[in-house]
Nanobody, 131 residues
Framework: QVQLVESGGGSVQAGGSLRLSCAASEYTGSGYCMAWFRQVPRKEHEGVAFIDGDGRISYADSVKGRFTISKDNAKNTLYLPMNSLKPEDTAMYYC?????????????????????????WGKGTLVTISS
């Protein structure tokens, strides 16, 4: 059972930056795909960024060029530096993980903006962007 803990959320003005982190309780290297999702109240989760077990990356169109997903396998930590933040980026941000053989990993590699009920989730970190 992989436990995930997000951190780094906060409140910034539009145009600012934040860096989210997701610490995993165990090694999540090549055997897992990982992703960042976000959710606005009363709306469904949306995918933000995805990284597979081999380090291939994909982004939702809404964040391309502004967000960067990376993973430090030595620290069992997933990152999401976010730049040029917009009010519409305001959401609860979650990291999630699943074994790479899962069809969810394949689905996210093809369309990282989709939502999948991944096996492992953190409790989220809130990002609030003011205009």
């Amino acid at each position: 059972q992989v436990q995930l803990v997000e951190s780094g959320g906060g409140s910034v003005q539009a145009g600012g930056s934040l860096r989210l982190s997701c610490a995993a309780s165990e090694y999540t290297g090549s055997g897992y795909c990982m992703a960042w999702f976000r959710q606005v109240p009363r709306k469904e989760h949306e995918g933000v960024a995805f990284i597979d077990g081999d380090g291939r990356i994909s982004y939702a169109d809404s964040v391309k060029g502004r967000f960067t997903i990376s993973k430090d396998n030595a620290k069992n930590t997933l990152y999401l530096p976010m730049n040029s933040l917009k009010p519409e980026d305001t959401a609860m941000y979650y990291c999630a993980a699943e074994p790479v053989e899962s069809p969810h990993c394949l689905g996210l590699s093809r369309n990282p903006a989709l939502y999948y009920a991944m096996d492992y989730w953190g409790k989220g970190t809130l990002v609030t962007i003011s205009s």
